[in-house]
């Protein structure tokens, strides 16, 4: 199994770019996630899903859109990339409880 | 809001030593609490997961326990290995809203 997967691994935007982030996880999991983490300020969610088809905002959502139109798979957009979105965005999934993270994606918005 | 502290932020040790990590939070009605270790460059890999009604979790050489009272977690690592050297993590609440703390980075020295 290759557990929780992350596209791509590195970025580099200008502002006012788009992109999608994609994240992948062959454990069947319901439960989804995305994170952002910024130095000394620990993770913070973005957005997460409860099931195929279903999404919630997290503490962070603002500037960003997820879809999960397949059970595996969960996108994060940025619509108009801003600098204050540089940062190191993880996906997590669970079942139950227990979070199982990728590998990270590195974002630098110039 | 909950809020989750890890003091210190950065901790030196020699190897063969035991040690306590610290964790606080803010608002004591919690689901479950995690224990994360991540490596530089690396995702999240979860240690131990202590759900609201339990005092304690081991693994191997690590012990976890949680004190919903007075809103504390401690992590206690056993005869310490360089290879115990990494960022370690605390993140309460439930798998709709997890926060995190910003982390305690250990070093073990040979």
């Known amino acids: 199994n290759a557990g929780v997967t992350q596209t791509p691994k590195f970025r580099v935007l200008k502002t006012g770019q788009s992109m999608t982030l994609l994240c992948a996880q062959d454990?069947?999991?319901?439960?989804m996630y995305w994170y952002r983490q910024d130095p000394g300020m620990g993770l913070r969610l973005i957005h997460y899903?409860?099931?195929?088809?279903?999404?919630a905002k997290g503490e962070v959502p603002d500037g960003y859109n997820v879809s999960r139109l397949k059970k595996q798979n969960f996108l994060l957009g940025l619509e108009s990339a801003a600098p204050s979105q540089t940062s190191v965005y993880f996906c997590?999934?669970?079942?139950?409880?227990?979070?199982?993270f990728g590998p990270g994606t590195r974002l630098t918005v110039l | 809001k909950q809020e989750v502290t890890q003091i210190p932020a950065a901790l030196s040790v020699p190897e063969g030593e035991n040690l306590v990590l610290n964790c606080s939070f803010t608002?004591?009605?919690?689901?479950?609490l995690q224990w994360f270790r991540q490596d530089p460059g690396k995702g999240l890999t979860s240690l131990l997961l202590?759900?609201?009604?339990?005092r304690e979790q081991t693994s191997g050489r690590l012990n976890a326990s949680l004190d919903k009272s007075s809103g504390r977690s401690t992590l206690y690592i056993a005869a310490s290995q360089p290879g115990d050297s990494a960022t370690y993590l605390c993140?309460?609440?439930?798998?709709?809203?997890?926060?995190f703390g910003a982390g305690t980075r250990l070093t073990v020295k040979p």
């Open positions: 997590a999934s669970s079942y139950p409880d227990t979070q199982y």
């Open positions: 454990m069947n999991h319901e439960y």
């Open positions: 899903s409860v099931g195929e088809g279903t999404t």
């Open positions: 608002d004591s009605a919690i689901y479950n």
């Open positions: 202590i759900q609201s009604s339990q």
């Open positions: 993140a309460v609440g439930n798998n709709n809203d997890m926060r």
